[in-house]
């Protein structure tokens, strides 16, 4: 499907903030305002902008992040925020969709999109370490299996799926598997990709 030009949308501010030179903090972000839906039109804004969505669907999408196509996504998702963050010198863009509040306040993470960019991935291999390291796994326990994203080499697990793209840029998609199928966890990995590669 396509993005359509007759969606409202807001633009949530990104924020990023490095902590001890390492480990990023993340703060909400902070919606701007309504556009109108003439507005909502026009070019998308950097990368590190994104979309809100008014009405959560399949359809609540925002076409790119980081230079990523998002081709697919599952039925039932919430409303997206971006993030950008910095982890042992790799940035990560990070697109999250949630749904809620709950009658109780809480919300519930349904999908994450991340571009991974830094000089540490040099190959599937080094993406794997640094994964393994970052996520907080054990590298003997952590089960992985060789997966091929639309022509990348990968990984996946239960409900997650991280693939080398080039020389300091891979992806990770995650998929909270309590509520949407494996396939739509390939799937939307899948569409998940440079948008020069489409």
Same mark, same amino acid.
């Given at each position: 499907?396509?993005?359509?030009?007759?969606?409202?949308?807001?633009?949530?501010?990104?924020?990023?903030?490095?902590?001890?030179?390492?480990?990023?903090?993340?703060?909400?972000?902070?919606?701007?305002?309504? $556009?109108?839906?003439?507005?909502?039109?026009?070019?998308?804004?950097?990368?590190?902008?994104?979309?809100?969505?008014?009405?959560?669907?399949?359809?609540?999408?925002?076409?790119?992040?980081?230079?990523?196509?998002?081709?697919?996504?599952?039925? @039932?998702? @919430?409303?997206?925020?971006?993030?950008?963050?910095?982890?042992?010198?790799?940035?990560?863009?990070?697109?999250?969709?949630?749904?809620?509040?709950?009658?109780?306040?809480?919300?519930? =993470?349904? $999908?994450?999109?991340?571009?991974?960019?830094?000089?540490?991935?040099? !190959?599937?291999?080094?993406?794997?370490?640094?994964?393994?390291?970052?996520?907080?796994? !054990?590298?003997?326990?952590?089960? $992985?299996?060789?997966?091929?994203?639309?022509?990348?080499?990968?990984?996946?697990?239960? !409900?997650? =799926?991280?693939?080398?793209?080039?020389?300091?840029?891979?992806?990770?998609?995650?998929?909270?598997?309590?509520?949407?199928?494996?396939?739509?966890? $390939?799937?939307?990995?899948?569409?998940?990709?440079?948008?020069?590669?489409?």
């Amino acid at each position: 499907m396509s993005c359509s030009s007759s969606w409202s949308a807001v633009r949530p501010a990104t924020r990023r903030i490095v902590i001890g030179g390492a480990l990023t903090a993340l703060a909400a972000p902070a919606v701007l305002g309504m $556009l109108p839906t003439a507005a909502a039109a026009a070019p998308a804004p950097a990368a590190t902008s994104g979309l809100h969505r008014t009405s959560p669907s399949t359809q609540q999408r925002a076409c790119t992040l980081d230079g990523f196509a998002i081709d697919h996504l599952p039925g @039932g998702i @919430g409303s997206p925020s971006d993030f950008e963050f910095e982890w042992e010198d790799v940035v990560f863009h990070s697109r999250v969709w949630e749904t809620g509040p709950d009658p109780e306040g809480a919300t519930k =993470v349904d $999908l994450t999109v991340k571009t991974i960019r830094g000089e540490k991935v040099i !190959d599937l291999e080094t993406l794997r370490t640094f994964l393994t390291e970052y996520h907080e796994k !054990d590298p003997e326990s952590w089960e $992985l299996t060789a997966v091929d994203v639309a022509g990348y080499g990968g990984y996946r697990t239960d !409900d997650q =799926v991280f693939f080398f793209i080039s020389p300091g840029l891979a992806a990770e998609v995650s998929l909270d598997r309590e509520r949407f199928s494996e396939e739509d966890l $390939l799937t939307t990995a899948m569409g998940f990709h440079p948008e020069d590669s489409a």
